[in-house]
């Protein structure tokens, strides 16, 4: 590894640990799902410093798109007109702290214990085409039965969120459902 | 090319795009004046929002707001780098290019939405929230015609992307991509008929409370995610700096004007469509044709 | 010379931006400024250094005048087109005449702003938040737990129920009334759920009504050549297009209709066909009013008619009916068959001017003026479109209101004046 990738991994992974920490600090849920965003692509600048572009690419193309559905969603479910109003980011303090201290002595454990493999990747390989053949060879059976499952979820959720909705065409105007349930259900 | 001359070599190309994009739009606009008029208005009109000062909302997110602009600059920036404008001239032809540029376009959508969620005012957030949506319907099909063309090259860099279409461009082997592209980068840049979070009915949109300096970077900045998008479809789809007799260069220059002027041109040709119609046409269909592109693409290199 | 005397010295020969402000009788005077190459009309005050304030304000409706003006970015510069003076606005430039000197006024005051150091005009109200802050806790948010607490001293979100069964936040708002992207003066009152009307009222008009001549109201009271009111008839019809298009963002299109309403003779008609065509081509029917706004149950001039119904109070008139008047219709009653239906409205009309010749219609005490059926004793039709408003809107999106407004030619000055019985 040389001094430039060591330095780019420190520079990056200190970025990545403090916009983690300002996802908390923040008062705004969309500052929090940004700063989320950012600790993300920091993880995946890491990934494109380690060589390994796709993936470090991949990783920050899809959280852009996955942390603006994140802030729309947490947006319309909290009591806060669009969510305008400053909020408090972090509720059930001691849970919080506990699960927070537990997985950091978890996690700093298995790093400092664990054996890991010493393989290094023999210079000019491809990591984009290596990942395909994992991902079409040994893995198939797990990536693929994810994948299957992701895609039901998808098809499901359109469905649900199809224009046929429970209280008639999405179209046909905002009309309140009556309150008495209709003879047989629907 | 060292680090400052990449810095001055894309600031250089995205500036006289846009300088190019606001040329092109008073002439398609049918405005009235002479040549000289014409060439200086971008001027006369940057100058204008540089002694205009900024404005201020009630309790706007204000760091939010100030950053919006520049990563929509940073990003036209970051897209454009992966481009070799000739056989040896490209910022950073690296082995995932095409992936950098897809991730570039579509965190747009994140500086949109922060431009207009920032001000806190109403029909800024309502269009912020129409460009998520817009955003999340033209994302896929785009993603997808733009990896499309790292098949027949076996390779996501650009520079091997232009090398495979020695002979035979994309456009023509893979026909459904490049209407495709032309489409979907129309709304990543939210210009012409996809101007749904800019239109007129929200009163400019997320543009609506920038004033001032702020308005120049963004207006600058979406000029510059559109000349990314022209540049970087000449290389996937026309074949790039490929051509004969002339330059290398020239070639890159010719084709990326081309798509920059239809891109600009659709922006006077059709009527802002309306955001709901947007969705179903990039659901049901653009994502069909982006996959069929897909399989038959995948099927002929078989 | 320094940098911003540099930046003046070129912006100073920029299209002005401008920010207009339409007050009663002043509609198609500011229109018309859309045509003037030296101007920009711009949607937002943010945008504009110029704000020109144009026809006349009932007593007490300025507050709203100085909000706005105080949303124009400095240097900024106030232009009072007309001699009445508007209380609270002092300091404007006070232009009266025709349309160059309002356009002369303008350049000049933007020159003065761009080669000048000034900020311009200073505030007109104090700058202070409409409620006070009284955030309390760590974050400001206005109580304990998560999003406990008033902090703006105002109440949390009103919660209403949407169409797909859950409870949501609604936003009560003001839009209007000099908002650029529904007609002057119109001011709504709505409740907004998402971008989804949940409620709406029309609010008052803040506008002052002028005494102006009209040939279909003169029909009302005596013959008047059929060739005057159809160009009448066309010229508005052309001046509405004009507008819808300006909606849907085509600029150079609806510049085009503006011209054409302006050179509405009866040989026009070819040049109204071009039109159409060139407006299909757009794709405006297809990608932005079809399907929007289906009304079948007004019985209101070419709203009724673009629903297939040929009702038309000219049918009834002797002087028409020598002349061979139809109604022509259209199916599908959305807000496309509306536009259709004024274009091919526009070509008969012309049509109609070109053979009318000496022939004169009116003075029973009935006309059909642009709008609908205009009788004496009844309220106009555009006090009629003004009332079925609400209900046309609710439970629309934003962009979609917006585009109905326009498609039925809504014009609170017009739905003002009474006809004498």
Redesign the interface.
């Known amino acids: 590894m040389s001094a430039l990738q060591t330095f780019g991994i420190v520079i990056f992974g200190v970025g990545a640990v403090v916009s983690g920490w300002l996802v908390f600090r923040t008062d705004s849920m969309v500052r929090a799902a940004y700063w989320l965003m950012a600790s993300f692509v920091a993880v995946g600048a890491i990934l494109v410093t380690l060589d390994s572009q796709f993936l470090g690419l991949i990783l920050i193309l899809m959280m852009a798109g996955e942390m603006t559905i994140m802030a729309i969603f947490m947006v319309m479910f909290m009591m806060n007109p669009a969510g305008l109003n400053p909020m408090v980011m972090v509720h059930q303090h001691r849970t919080a702290i506990a699960a927070g201290v537990g997985s950091f002595l978890l996690l700093a454990t298995v790093a400092l214990v664990a054996d890991f493999p010493a393989d290094p990747v023999p210079l000019g390989a491809d990591p984009t085409a290596e990942l395909g053949f994992e991902l079409l060879g040994r893995s198939m059976l797990v990536f693929e039965s994810a994948g299957v499952a992701l895609l039901a979820v998808m098809i499901g959720a359109v469905a649900v969120a199809g224009k046929w909705g429970r209280f008639g065409d999405a179209d046909a105007g905002s009309v309140e459902p009556e309150l008495e349930p209709e003879e047989g259900g629907s | 090319m060292n680090p400052v001359q990449a810095v001055l070599f894309i600031g250089v190309v995205l500036g006289l795009g846009a300088y190019l994009v606001a040329v092109l739009d008073r002439v398609f606009a049918g405005a009235p004046g002479g040549l000289r008029s014409g060439l200086m208005w971008p001027i006369r009109r940057t100058a204008f929002l540089l002694v205009q000062r900024r404005s201020e909302t009630e309790r706007p997110d204000a760091e939010a707001w100030a950053l919006a602009p520049a990563l929509l600059a940073a990003l036209a920036a970051v897209g454009l780098t992966a481009v070799p404008f000739t056989p040896s001239l490209a910022v950073a032809d690296v082995s995932a290019g095409i992936v950098l540029f897809g991730a570039a376009m579509i965190i747009v959508m994140v500086a949109v939405f922060l431009q207009g969620w920032s001000p806190n005012s109403i029909f800024p957030l309502i269009a912020a929230y129409r460009f998520a949506a817009m955003a999340l319907s033209f994302g896929i099909p785009f993603s997808l015609v733009v990896l499309t063309t790292a098949i027949p090259a076996e390779s996501l860099s650009v520079g091997a992307v232009v090398a495979s279409q020695e002979g035979l461009w994309n456009v023509v082997r893979q026909p459904l991509g490049l209407p495709v592209y032309l489409v979907t980068g129309a709304a990543v840049a939210f210009w012409g008929p996809f101007r749904i979070p800019e239109g007129t009915d929200l009163a400019g949109g997320t543009a609506l409370e920038a004033s001032g300096p702020t308005l120049a970077v963004w207006r600058i900045a979406r000029a510059g995610v559109l000349v990314t998008l022209s540049v970087m479809g000449a290389a996937i789809f026309l074949g790039g700096h490929l051509g004969p007799v002339l330059p290398g260069w020239a070639w890159t220059s010719v084709k990326s004007v081309a798509l920059l002027t239809l891109f600009v041109w659709s922006g006077h040709a059709f009527a802002r469509m309306r955001v709901e119609r947007f969705v179903w046409f990039g659901w049901v269909i653009l994502l069909p044709i982006a996959l069929v592109d897909v399989f038959a693409s995948g099927i002929v290199a078989l | 010379m320094g940098l911003?005397a540099l930046?003046?010295r070129?912006?100073a020969?920029?299209?002005v931006?401008v920010f207009p402000v339409v007050g009663g009788g002043a509609r198609s005077q500011i229109q018309d400024l859309r045509l003037r190459?030296e101007l920009m009309l711009?949607?937002?005050p943010?945008?504009a250094?110029v704000m020109i304030v144009a026809g006349s304000f009932p007593p007490g409706e300025v507050e709203g005048l100085l909000q706005v003006h105080d949303?124009l970015?400095?240097?900024r510069r106030t232009i009072r087109w007309g001699a009445e003076p508007v209380p609270g606005l002092d300091d404007a430039l006070v232009v009266s005449g025709d349309e160059n000197r309002v356009v002369a006024a303008a350049v000049d005051a933007f020159v003065d702003l761009?080669t000048g150091s000034g900020?311009g005009e200073p505030p007109l109200l104090p700058d202070v938040?409409?409620v006070e802050w009284r955030?309390v806790?760590?974050?400001?948010?206005?109580g304990m737990?998560?999003?406990g607490g008033t902090?703006y001293g105002r109440p949390?979100?009103e919660?209403g129920?949407?169409?797909?069964?859950l409870e949501?936040?609604q936003?009560p708002?003001t839009i209007g009334p000099w908002?650029?992207?529904l007609p002057p003066g119109l001011r709504l009152h709505v409740v907004?759920?998402?971008?989804?009307?949940?409620a709406l009222e029309v609010g008052p008009a803040p506008l002052r009504l002028l005494d102006r001549v009209d040939p279909f109201r003169q029909a009302l009271v005596e013959p008047v050549p059929i060739a005057e009111l159809e160009l009448a008839r066309a010229r508005h019809h052309l001046r509405w297009i004009a507008e819808v298009?300006?909606?849907?963002?085509?600029?150079?299109l609806s510049?085009r209709a503006l011209v054409l309403s302006h050179r509405a003779r009866p040989e026009a008609g070819a040049e109204v066909r071009r039109l159409e065509a060139a407006i299909a081509?757009?794709?405006?029917f297809v990608?932005?009013l079809r399907g929007?706004g289906r009304i079948s149950d007004l019985p209101v001039g070419w709203v009724a008619r673009a629903a297939g119904s040929a009702v038309d109070a000219r049918s009834e008139d002797p002087g028409y009916r020598s002349l061979g008047f139809r109604p022509v219709t259209t199916e599908g009653a959305d807000a496309a068959a509306r536009v259709r239906q004024r274009l091919a409205e526009t070509v008969q009309s012309l049509e109609l001017a070109a053979s009318a010749g000496e022939a004169r219609a009116g003075g029973h005490g009935v006309m059909e003026d642009p709008r609908g059926r205009l009788e004496v004793g009844s309220p106009p039709p555009a006090a009629t479109l003004l009332e079925a408003l609400p209900d046309v809107l609710?439970?629309q999106?934003?962009?979609?209101a917006?585009?109905i407004v326009h498609s039925l030619d809504i014009d609170v000055e017009a739905a003002l004046r009474e006809v004498p019985a």
């Open positions: 911003r930046l003046g070129l912006a020969g920029a299209e931006p190459s711009v949607d937002s943010r945008h250094a949303q970015a400095r240097p761009m900020p938040d409409p955030g806790g760590p974050y400001g948010q206005g737990g998560m999003t902090p949390m979100a919660r129920p949407a169409r797909d069964g949501l936040d936003v708002i908002l650029p992207s907004l759920q998402g971008d989804v009307i949940q298009l300006r909606i849907v963002d085509l600029a150079g510049r081509r757009s794709g405006l990608m932005a929007v609710v439970g999106e934003w962009g979609d917006v585009s």
